[in-house]
């Protein structure tokens, strides 16, 4: 397996509320060994996507920004927004994964400011998926109207303005695997 960043050719370009929303695939070599290792990996219950449903906590894992560094996932998503952003440097202020089982509640939410120029990588994380589990992230207007959803492909990378309103769907009944999304935040580098 080769060290060196995957080139990513401009993915699928979406656009939302005047923001950008570009979908990936095939940039991330070792979908299952990270898959593996999450599945081995401490999960607390503490993350909340707004202080209105803070009631409705999900399951987070904290990744230090240290070891995202070293990772091929990140060296995927620095070329992916490279192919989309050659003009502009961002860096990760934070890294984490989320788990959502059947009957998880995943708020509407944004990620940032309006005003803000920050972006998140959101990377789906599973050995296999099938459409009818669910799983969607789903990306609504400011009256929150939806008006794209991404499937939760193993291996997609979704990279999208933080200014968005958004919401990961927890999977359907009859999927019994873990449904995982790696979250890197991203700012302007100055």
Same mark, same amino acid.
């Given at each position: 397996?080769?060290?060196?960043?995957?080139?990513?050719?401009?993915?699928r370009h979406l656009g939302?509320?005047?923001?950008?929303?570009?979908?990936?695939?095939?940039? %991330? *070599?070792?979908?299952?060994?990270?898959?593996? /290792? #999450?599945? @081995?990996?401490?999960?607390? =219950?503490?993350?909340? $996507?707004?202080?209105?449903?803070?009631?409705?906590?999900?399951?987070?894992?904290?990744?230090?920004?240290?070891?995202?560094?070293? %990772? *091929?996932?990140?060296?995927?998503?620095?070329? /992916? #927004?490279? @192919?989309?952003?050659?003009? =502009?440097?961002?860096? $990760?202020?934070?890294?984490?994964?989320?788990?959502?089982?059947?009957?998880?509640?995943?708020?509407?939410?944004?990620?940032?400011?309006p005003d803000a120029d920050?972006?998140?990588?959101?990377?789906?994380? @599973?050995?296999?998926?099938?459409?009818?589990?669910?799983?969607?992230?789903?990306?609504?207007?400011?009256?929150?109207?939806?008006?794209?959803?991404?499937?939760?492909?193993?291996?997609?990378?979704?990279?999208?303005?933080?200014?968005?309103?958004?919401?990961?769907?927890?999977?359907?009944?009859?999927?019994?695997?873990?449904?995982?999304?790696?979250?890197?935040?991203?700012?302007?580098?100055?």
């Amino acid at each position: 397996m080769s060290s060196s960043p995957p080139s990513a050719a401009p993915g699928r370009h979406l656009g939302l509320i005047g923001q950008d929303i570009w979908v990936f695939d095939d940039l %991330l *070599p070792n979908v299952g060994q990270m898959v593996q /290792a #999450l599945d @081995a990996a401490p999960f607390t =219950r503490t993350e909340v $996507a707004t202080p209105e449903t803070a009631q409705f906590r999900h399951w987070v894992n904290e990744m230090d920004l240290r070891t995202l560094a070293s %990772l *091929p996932v990140f060296k995927a998503t620095q070329a /992916a #927004l490279k @192919a989309v952003m050659p003009d =502009r440097s961002y860096r $990760a202020y934070r890294c984490y994964t989320n788990f959502a089982a059947y009957g998880d509640v995943l708020p509407i939410h944004t990620d940032c400011r309006p005003d803000a120029d920050e972006y998140t990588a959101l990377w789906f994380l @599973a050995g296999s998926w099938q459409p009818a589990w669910g799983g969607e992230t789903v990306f609504y207007d400011t009256r929150h109207d939806a008006h794209h959803a991404v499937s939760p492909r193993p291996g997609r990378l979704v990279l999208f303005h933080g200014a968005i309103p958004h919401a990961g769907r927890p999977p359907e009944r009859l999927c019994l695997a873990p449904r995982y999304t790696f979250a890197i935040k991203l700012e302007r580098c100055p």
